[in-house]
């Protein structure tokens, strides 16, 4: 090859290659710069959510709360949302995409995070997937009564969670309190019975987690050590077993996508029972969407929930801004917001807050909630169900 040719083809090369930066960038969600000042001379932090519909609305109302607020009059807050079941990327597939590829000053400010998935980002990421907040920063982390399971120092809590069953009264007059109760129910009452899929939602994923590790020792529940999965036999056992006894279409098992998809099947009375999160469920009974009949039980052991948390991505612009939006969502008002709007349980002193919602979260026991952190084992359980237990409904 020619000298010329030479140039040539390495012009070519390094067009390429910005251009495959590029897509790269645009495929990950990035923005370069994102934290240049708005038109209003206010500095862009962008928070990045996923999940269901409820946790938007929620979001949503924070936002406008935040930019209306004090701290609303140097920062300017943005919503990035992934709802869950779409099939898009989700949103750690883009910060550990971005981290592997070393961008920097990204629009990944402030995300949304669970204890229970923290440690698969530190896993996927390296312990440097995520900035150390300042607590001089949050003052109002001295109102938090709430701890998180993992991430002390990195994730702030903002909200605590749980699964619990959803029953029609109507129909099942004395719900199950145990884990066998309800297993045994599963198979007296065939097809009433739906879960969702592990990958579309948490409330199909704590089913069959708890089916899983209520084998295991307690420890199991809180360690990605990968030594458990070799402990899951005689969950996944359970679950074949109960698979024939689960809803049924057209002769055949199906798991629902995504929870709303099983919370429907409970609304048009296809099914009695399901397990849901209990914050859906509560949004789900005071707008009314849910017959009044719709009632919510917990079992022992209960089946798992979390704590969720705010993280600072170290490939963001404004870890200043994501701080004062931590702080914020630790204000009454802000807790209030999320109690009204997702019967978010406080991590604040409870009677600080209330709303018509209050009177559900009287039903739930919070000392028996479990906490479930099992980092990319949780990735790993999902695909084993889908080979071994999403087949069999095929």
């Not at 943005?78 to 000053?105: C, H, M, N, V, Y």
């Not at 605590?160 to 297993?183: H, I, N, Q, R």
């Not at 990968?226 to 049924?248: I, R």
């Not at 018509?356 to 906490?371: A, G, V, W």
Request: hydrophobic share 35%; charged share 20%.
């Amino acid at each position: 090859m020619t000298q010329k040719k030479k140039s040539l083809f390495n012009k070519w090369l390094n067009c390429f290659g910005l251009l495959l930066g590029a897509l790269v960038l645009t495929a990950c969600g990035t923005v370069l710069s994102p934290s240049d000042e708005s038109s209003d001379g206010k500095e862009t932090v962008t928070l990045w959510a996923g999940g269901s519909d409820n946790v938007k609305v929620g979001m949503d109302k924070i936002v406008k709360a935040f930019n209306d607020s004090e701290a609303g009059e140097k920062y300017d807050l943005k919503l990035e949302f992934i709802l869950s079941g779409t099939g898009t990327q989700s949103l750690s597939d883009r910060i550990i995409a971005a981290t592997e590829t070393d961008q920097k000053d990204t629009d990944y400010d402030l995300i949304l995070v669970s204890d229970a998935e923290y440690s698969s980002y530190v896993e996927q990421g390296g312990e440097d997937v995520f900035l150390p907040y300042d607590v001089e920063n949050i003052p109002n982390l001295d109102k938090v009564v709430t701890k998180v399971s993992d991430g002390d120092g990195y994730l702030v809590p903002y909200r605590g969670t749980t699964v619990v069953l959803a029953y029609d009264s109507a129909k099942v007059a004395t719900p199950p309190k145990t884990a066998d109760d309800l297993y045994q129910w599963i198979k007296d009452n065939p097809g009433r019975f739906a879960y969702n899929t592990p990958g579309s939602g948490g409330a199909g994923s704590s089913f069959v987690q708890t089916a899983i590790y209520n084998f295991l020792p307690e420890e199991a529940m809180t360690s990605s050590d990968p030594k458990w999965a070799a402990e899951w036999d005689q969950g996944f056992d359970l679950l074949k077993e109960l698979n024939g006894d689960m809803y049924q279409s057209g002769g055949k098992v199906v798991y629902p996508n995504k929870n709303q998809g099983t919370l429907d099947l409970l609304v048009n009375g296809e099914v009695d029972m399901i397990p849901a999160w209990a914050d859906m469920l509560i949004t789900n009974l005071s707008n009314g969407t849910l017959p009044d009949t719709v009632k919510m039980a917990q079992i022992e052991p209960g089946l798992t929930g979390n704590v969720d948390g705010m993280a600072i991505p170290s490939i963001g612009s404004n870890s200043e801004g994501a701080q004062a939006v931590m702080d914020f969502m630790l204000t009454t008002d802000a807790q209030q917001i999320l109690l009204d709007s997702m019967a978010a349980i406080p991590v604040i002193d409870s009677s600080q807050v209330s709303s018509e919602n209050s009177k559900y979260l009287e039903d739930l026991n919070i000392e028996s909630f479990r906490t479930s952190s099992i980092g990319t084992l949780g990735t790993e359980l999902n695909e084993r169900w889908d080979k071994e237990i999403g087949t069999m409904a095929q």
